[in-house]
Nanobody, 115 residues
Framework: QVQLVESGGALVQPGESLRLSCAAS????????VRWYRQPPGEDREWVAA???????TYADSVRGRFTVSRVNAENTVYLQMNKLKPEDTGVYYC?????????WGPGTQVTVSS
């Protein structure tokens, strides 16, 4: 069964860091691009970052310079390192991959940035 599962979300204070994980099962992530999205409270889901199968990374303007997406193929996992977190980074974070004509989303992990 193909699955993506996020983890690592937490309640943190502004300026702190978190690392989210997206673990895949049922398929090999290494040949596929993986994207991170987030959904702030009461808002639409928005794209945050992506890493290609070639390790090339791209970022939304709102997180560039603070967030780093990476992949460890041996672990079949993609990470999102989030530094200098701001209250506006609050939301549910999802990872996404397209595999064999299907789109796969994880269930999400909650990140709350608040003092």
């Amino acid at each position: 069964q193909v699955q993506l599962v996020e983890s690592g979300g937490a309640l943190v204070q502004p300026g702190e860091s978190l690392r989210l994980s997206c673990a895949a099962s049922g398929f090999t992530l290494s040949a596929h691009a993986v994207r991170w999205y987030r959904q702030p409270p009461g808002e639409d889901r928005e794209w945050v970052a992506a890493v290609g199968s070639d390790f090339l990374t791209t970022y939304a303007d709102s997180v560039r310079g603070r967030f780093t997406v990476s992949r460890v193929n041996a672990e079949n996992t993609v990470y999102l390192q989030m530094n200098k977190l701001k209250p506006e980074d609050t939301g549910v974070y999802y990872c996404f991959a397209h595999y064999r004509t299907h789109d796969y989303w994880g269930p999400g992990t909650q990140v709350t940035v608040s003092s």
